[in-house]
């Protein structure tokens, strides 16, 4: 089971960048697919990109596309998320969670889907 750790949140002006970073605690990280969710206050937990075991394949949801991006470091067992062009709609607290897929490309982006995750990080951002 791995234990994830997010960081990078912060309270930010529109249009700024963040960077969010979830790291393992030293699993085969290769065996694990990556997703990062985000939960506003009231609303439910949603999927916001996911990146496959090797880094190989991405996903988005169609709101952070072109703005969010998704990448891995498996030598050092971390997962970025970087946010340019913040917007308000992006506040909320932001998950990364991890799950064993069945194949190489897999990135899924069912919140049920995955079986680890880790506390969360607020970002929030002013208009």
């Known amino acids: 089971q791995v234990q994830l750790v997010e960081s990078g949140g912060g309270l930010v002006q529109a249009g700024d960048s963040l960077r969010l970073s979830c790291a393992d605690s030293g699993h085969t990280f290769t065996s694990y697919a990556v997703g990062w969710f985000r939960q506003a206050p009231g609303k439910e937990r949603d999927f916001v990109a996911a990146i496959s075991r090797i880094g190989n394949v991405v996903k988005y949801v169609d709101s952070v596309k072109g703005r969010f991006f998704i990448s891995r470091d498996n030598a050092k067992n971390t997962v970025s998320l970087q946010m340019n062009s913040l917007k308000p709609e992006d506040t909320a607290v932001y998950y990364c969670?991890?799950?064993?897929?069945?194949?190489?490309?897999?990135?899924?982006?069912?919140?049920?889907?995955?079986?680890?995750w880790g506390r969360g990080t607020q970002v929030t951002v002013s208009s």
């Open positions: 969670a991890a799950t064993r897929p069945s194949g190489v490309f897999a990135t899924p982006y069912i919140r049920d889907d995955y079986t680890s």
